[in-house]
């Protein structure tokens, strides 16, 4: 391809992640092992994070006292599953940069030093950006204050 040029080289030198598992204490670089790609064959597109993005990792918890009292509520009894906002509404966040892609097409969130953890693997879908997750923030604050202003007067009401 020309200098300039917005086509793509027939050949394409590509990282492709070497680690599955990531030590979650440390900064140590990640391994990857290098290829080439035959571009005309493939589609290639930008992925939706890039390396020193900021972004918030969801880490879903297994146990907490709304999520086990919803469970004993007759429509999520008998282990129906629970629906994701409201598995999301009590979830952890951790902010980081994207260090890079592991196995299984994992980002890499980078914490910063002494952060417990330092280092988290997941999907695409369970990382924020931080535009998104303000928007999020703002949305549950309305929603917090307008319940508890509904109920605070229905309770006031009531006394």
Request: glycine letters at 10%; hydrophobic letters at 45%; one cysteine or more.
């Amino acid at each position: 391809a020309a200098a300039g040029s917005s086509e793509l080289p027939e050949w394409m030198l590509v990282r492709a992640p070497a680690e599955e598992d990531i030590e979650i204490m440390g900064d140590k670089p990640l391994e990857y092992k290098d290829g080439w790609l035959h571009t005309p064959s493939s589609s290639l597109k930008v992925a939706e994070l890039q390396l020193g993005d900021k972004v918030a990792a969801r880490i879903d918890v297994p146990s907490h006292p709304v999520l086990d009292s919803l469970r004993a509520l007759p429509p999520f009894k008998g282990g129906r599953k629970l629906p994701d906002w409201i598995v999301a509404s009590v979830c952890e966040l951790h902010t980081g940069k994207v260090g890079g892609v592991v196995k299984r097409g994992r980002f890499l969130v980078q914490r910063p030093s002494g952060a417990m953890p330092e280092r988290i693997a997941t999907e695409a879908a369970m990382l924020q950006v931080p535009k998104e997750r303000a928007r999020r923030t703002v949305l549950a604050a309305i929603l917090g204050l307008g319940l508890s202003t509904l109920m605070g007067g229905l309770l006031h009401a009531r006394a």
